[in-house]
């Protein structure tokens, strides 16, 4: 059977800003002499593999829930927004590593934030490390056909649960951490837009991240499930070797000019003022200059905040607007990888 040719990617802008956005970090910070000394490894070595200082951990024993850090999160995004949260029309929890498997976790940070008889909506987009990117595209589509006016979109990760504990490379490289945003229809006059986000997955790549247990094809209840079906592995040399193949096409389709001419291009409304993008990895994050993606302009929080999965990309832009990085009128390029695997990029006019 000949494949049907993929969609094309999202082309028409949709006037919508970002109002607000907040972000909440756990006071815990794990060092890399703390990982070094455990792991009895040579000083410096965690920041040569992983670009990584430090890291944040939630003590989720102590009540410090992904619901409790996504709610803190969304709050002081409504209060730079000026917003009251029973005024929200939609909560979407964009989130890879899930509370409970039930309920979605949408509802638990609308808990959270004592509107639990309010009736606002939510659910989830998973996309893994996309989520962020996936759920902007899905709120602004909505705000865009006028179904909502005032969207929150909440990234709350808790990536260190996931990891074994025996290996270094990993137990170093993940953060948590949990962001926010609120999202409404742009003002008229405003240049605010979500331009243009273009999403491709290539499923042959689907093994090389995952967590295997947990859902009906490893059930912990089955008599033979494992305890390290329940933790992340990935391959990670394999994976950036595919999206190394993919990016250059990948960047020429989201926007030609970055991949020909760089961010600042050669016509009017070609240049990129910041690049946000997912922290994957030093590694990850060095690949991007080869593809216009100028590393003076790409702003950091690998080494202190580590790969905070899908809450890596709104925290990082968190970093940008309160650093002035990222000013009303600027326009940001948007990036990630994903499991799946998945690659997603979006334009936006802040």
């Known amino acids: 059977m000949e494949a049907l040719p993929h969609a094309p990617h999202t082309s028409t802008s949709r006037p919508v800003r970002i109002a607000g956005i907040g972000r ?31 890291r944040r951990r939630a003590d989720v024993a102590a009540g410090e829930t992904a619901s409790v850090m996504g709610a803190a999160a969304l709050t002081e995004a409504l209060e730079s927004a000026e917003v009251a949260a029973q005024d929200l029309d939609l909560i979407i929890n964009a989130s890879g590593t899930p509370e409970q498997a039930i309920p979605d976790g949408g509802p638990l940070i609308q808990r959270e934030l004592g509107l639990e008889r309010s009736g606002i909506p939510c659910f989830t987009v998973h996309a893994t490390c996309l989520s962020f990117v996936a759920a902007l595209d899905v709120a602004a589509s909505m705000l865009t056909a006028g179904t909502q006016r005032r969207i929150a979109i909440v990234s709350t990760e808790i990536g260190s649960k996931g990891v074994n504990g025996v290996d270094p490379k990993s137990e170093s490289l993940w953060g ?29 790549g689907a093994d090389l991240t995952s967590i295997r247990g947990g859902g009906t094809k490893l059930h912990p209840s089955r008599k033979d499930a494992a305890p390290e079906d ?15 193949r993919r990016a250059g096409r990948f ?25 946000i993008t997912h922290q994957p990895s030093k590694a990850g994050l060095e690949a991007m200059e080869r593809f216009g993606v100028a590393a003076d302009r790409t702003v950091v929080t690998l080494d202190r905040l580590g790969n905070c999965v899908a809450a890596s990309l709104p925290c990082t832009l968190y970093e940008a607007v309160r650093s002035q990085r990222l000013q009303r009128g600027d326009r940001a390029l948007l990036f990630g990888t994903g499991a799946g695997l998945s690659m997603a990029g979006a334009l936006l006019t802040f």
């Open 251 to 275: 960047f020429a389709e989201l926007h030609p000019p970055l991949r020909r001419d760089g961010m600042d291009g050669t016509g009017r409304g070609d240049r990129i003022d910041v690049a």
């Open 24 to 54: 909440y970090l756990p006071p815990e910070i794990v060092t890399n002499d703390e990982l070094e000394r455990r792991f009895d490894l040579t000083q410096g070595w965690i920041a040569a593999k992983t670009g990584v200082l430090e």
């Open 176 to 204: 948590d951490a949990a962001a926010a945003v609120v999202l409404e229809a742009a003002p008229a006059g405003s240049a605010s837009a979500l331009e243009r986000v273009l999403f491709r997955t290539w499923s042959e």
């Open 230 to 244: 329940l933790h992340f592995t990935m391959n990670g040399q394999a994976v950036l070797q595919m999206c190394l």
